[in-house]
């Protein structure tokens, strides 16, 4: 069967605004939520860990990553809807059928976020109402929630590269279907992307949670002492280090191990090679930034330019991935061709919402700084 017959036809309308202001949208977005994203994926794991193995200190970081984390989740789904909304207007071919044949693992998101976002919440209030150590019961949502948010990103891995996974199609709707309708249950296990992909962004996330450790300790922890601030660098650099090794790992499997030969041919040739290349080592700026902390000492100055360099690989990273995704339909569409109508109302509507969408971001960001308390 031809894969291209499931691919949606075109619509009528065809795009609201040029292709370049979509993607341009998209993977800023995108590398506006991977930032909280990454904390939520990988900062409550290790905030468990941490408060369950960890000495005093270690367990006062615990409680600093727990305790901001409903609003990074509330920052992060807002940042979330951005590239999700370019993805259903410029890639909409692809987008839904993909989340059509995984319709069930797409749909529990909402159900799966809900229950982890209540999960967060219980366990921070345990913060609140019973000190340096919430009660057990509280520990193991805790515990529940990290898994939770672990396996909504795999189904997000799998929907964005079965997306782009049309070849295998055909095969999980005639395998996951009765009489012809899809029953929504096919995940794209079986391609061989998935895997390496899926540890990678945990792998990069590890390394943007070692980066707010730095962050909170220089700026927002004034009220620590001395061995604080000493343990955070100490976490960070294992926090970053571990992540860096991680993304080297899955992301030399990622590219050497399972890239198909047209994506090998347009990412490492030509000018693309030079951006392949910041993508992959990128990472290492971070950690030697956060190294030089953890051995000299820490500034405001200094974890505000590891920030930096962290915001550049995550942005180098989703234009890399952009530029994969597009390479990777190449054969079975082209998302630059459709004609275009510009729509200017909700173009403009747009671009206010996302301006006034900033001022609160940058609002709720200081309510991170008032929300310092005594350490508890
Ligand atoms: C309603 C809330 C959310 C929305 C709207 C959202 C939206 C998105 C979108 C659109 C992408 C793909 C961006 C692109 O390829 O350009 C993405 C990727 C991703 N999201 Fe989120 N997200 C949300 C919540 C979450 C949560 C709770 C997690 C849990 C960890 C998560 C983890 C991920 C991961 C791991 C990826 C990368 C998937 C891959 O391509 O391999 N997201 N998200």
Redesign the pocket.
């Known amino acids: 069967m031809d894969p291209t017959t499931l691919i949606g036809p075109s619509s009528p309308l065809g795009y609201p605004a040029p292709y370049w202001f979509l993607v341009f949208f ?2 800023l977005g ?1 590398t506006l ?1 991977m930032i909280p ?1 990454h904390l ?2 990988t900062g409550i794991l290790l905030a468990m860990l941490l408060q369950w193995r960890g000495g005093e200190e270690m367990q006062r970081l615990s409680r600093r990553l727990m305790r901001p984390m409903p609003i990074v989740i509330a920052l ?2 807002n940042f ?2 951005v ?2 909304l370019f ?1 259903q207007v410029a890639y909409y071919k692809v987008f839904y059928p993909a989340t059509i044949l995984m319709a069930w693992p797409w749909v529990s ?1 909402i159900l799966l ?1 809900t229950l ?1 976002y209540y999960g967060v919440y219980i366990y921070v209030a345990g913060l609140r109402s019973e000190g340096a150590t919430p009660a057990r019961w509280r520990q193991a949502v805790g515990w529940v929630t990290a898994a939770l ?2 396996l ?2 795999f189904f ?2 799998n929907a ?2 079965l997306m782009t996974n049309v070849r295998a199609w055909p095969d999980l709707w005639l395998r996951e279907s009765v009489a012809g309708a899809p029953l929504g249950t096919a995940l794209n296990t079986d391609d061989p992307t998935l895997w390496p ?2 540890l990678m ?1 945990f792998a990069l996330a590890l390394t943007t949670t070692a980066v707010f450790i730095t962050v909170d300790a220089e700026w927002l922890a004034s009220r620590e002492g001395a061995e604080y601030r000493a343990t955070a660098r100490r976490v960070a650099f294992t926090v970053s280090t571990l992540g860096v090794i991680g993304f080297a790992l899955t992301g030399s499997w990622y590219v050497f191990g399972t890239w198909p030969e047209e994506v090998r041919a347009a990412m490492m040739h030509g000018p693309m090679r030079a951006l392949t290349g910041l993508t992959a080592l990128g990472p290492g700026l971070p950690w030697l930034l956060i190294l030089w902390q953890w051995r000299r000492g820490g500034t405001r100055a200094r974890a505000a330019a590891t920030a930096l360099a962290q915001v550049l690989v995550l942005a180098l990273n ?1 234009i890399s ?2 530029i994969v ?1 597009n390479v990777e339909l190449r054969r079975f569409l082209d998302v630059t061709a459709e004609p275009v109508h510009i729509q200017w109302s909700p173009l403009i509507l747009f671009l206010l919402l996302f301006a006034a969408g900033l001022g609160v971001v940058a609002w709720l960001l200081g309510q991170l700084r008032t929300a310092e308390s005594p350490s508890g």
């Open positions: 998209k993977v995108f939520h994203m939520w994926y992060g789904i979330g809807i590239p999700l993805t998101i976020l982890a948010f672990l909504i990103g997000f891995s964005f590269s992909r899926w962004m989703a991935r952009q995704q």
